[in-house]
């Protein structure tokens, strides 16, 4: 029996005798983009995560993009960003016109505060703390540095839904956050979706118009906008999984702990760590391994899926080789991009695949030790 990376199956499974009948009603009425669905999910995310405003957009990238240029990011500002992350983080910092100023990670792989503070200059405009994995990044620390040198956050909070820290709730901490709703997040929607969540009125008032064509009242554009609107079928999957999330992050931290367990003192294999008063929901597990590639074929062999996030820091790809970085800056990401492995992690991973995976990933380590 084979063990998936990821099983969306399974979710769908458990939400389709809700959302069905309601996509039903939607598509009778015609009711695609906006409604009452729509609304309805952003008043109840806003309200789990602890904010006043949720606007509902197209994508994760869109909802980055659209949180930097809410703030003032522009032409000729700079944006600092975790090198080790997912390269849409740094993208819509492209695409406001600003330049992102990438940074090294801490030994949880998520953005280092004092990398932070010596990479501002007076260009600074804005932090991009993302919560990697599923738990947040020092929020504490970088929101002292914001203070001190008079800057915004704009928390990524792609795999942090529902995510906790000493500083508060992720999504909610810094001035305005951007998450996306990708089928595969803790959070996902049917298809491509995101959300802005912050608690300014302005920003949020800003965000809803640019999103829409720059327009609140038809006809009459008040910005040079976009199209990225979140849709009703979409709310509606949503919905059902948002009453679920908590339960389903639960399930994680479960699976987690059993990793914990069952590959405790496994030689080569080094297992993730929680920073101290973090609640982390375990959007990824991500191990460290020698001799990945081998460890990864073994894997494959025996049935479980395995992937890597992610496999080159941003400032050695190709899209960002004009900012004149070199290997060799990062020493943390760097080094981690060579041994990080995501095991199979989903709310309905049972203890009987799990057990599959370790005794699958026991061999493969001990077989790449043999051949190395």
């Known amino acids: 029996m084979s063990v998936p990376f990821l099983d969306l199956k ?15 009603r939607l598509f009778a009425d015609a009711e695609y983009i906006g409604g009452a669905q729509v609304a309805g999910f952003e008043q109840e995310f806003a ?14 990238t869109d909802a980055l993009e659209l ?25 819509a910092v492209s695409r406001t016109g600003a330049v992102p100023v990438f940074v090294d990670v801490d030994e949880h792989l998520l953005i280092d505060p004092q990398a932070v503070e010596a990479a501002i200059t007076p260009r600074t405009r804005a932090i991009a703390p993302v919560h990697l994995y599923g738990q947040t990044a020092d929020l504490a620390a970088l929101s002292a540095i914001a203070a001190k040198h008079d800057l915004v956050i704009v928390e990524d909070g792609a795999q942090s839904q529902g995510a906790t820290s000493p500083a508060g709730r992720a999504g909610a901490i810094g001035r305005v956050s951007a998450t996306s709703f990708y089928p595969g997040k803790n959070l996902g929607a049917s298809g491509d979706a995101g959300a802005v969540l912050t608690d300014d009125d302005r920003i949020a008032e800003y965000v809803r118009s640019v999103a829409a064509h720059g327009s609140t009242v038809k006809y009459v554009h008040d910005h040079v906008g976009v ?3 979140l849709d009703a079928v979409h709310a509606v999957t949503l919905r059902a999984k948002l009453r679920r999330l908590d339960a389903w992050n639960a399930a994680r931290r479960a699976a987690a702990d059993r990793y914990a367990e069952l590959l405790r003192d496994l030689p080569g294999v080094a297992t993730p760590v929680t920073r101290p008063g973090n609640v982390d929901v375990w959007h990824l597990y991500v191990v460290q391994v020698d001799d990945r590639e081998r460890v990864m074929a073994a894997l494959a062999e025996a049935g479980v899926g395995a992937a890597i996030h992610y496999p080159h820091p941003l400032h050695l790809t190709d899209a960002y080789a004009d900012l004149g970085y070199s290997r060799g800056q990062f020493p943390v990401a760097e080094a981690a991009s060579d041994r990080i492995l995501s095991l199979p992690m989903f709310p309905h991973l049972t203890a009987g695949q799990q057990e599959q995976v370790a005794e699958a990933l026991v061999n493969a380590v001990s077989l790449a030790g043999v051949r190395g």
């Open 10 to 24: 399974a979710q769908a499974a458990e939400i389709a005798d809700e959302v069905l009948p309601v996509w039903r």
């Open 47 to 60: 309200a789990y995560s602890g904010v006043r405003h949720v606007i509902g957009v197209g994508n994760g």
């Open 67 to 91: 949180a930097y240029r809410a703030v003032g990011v522009g032409a000729g500002d700079e944006v600092i960003v975790p090198v080790n992350t997912f390269i849409a983080t740094a993208e």
């Open 227 to 229: 199209n990225s609107r």
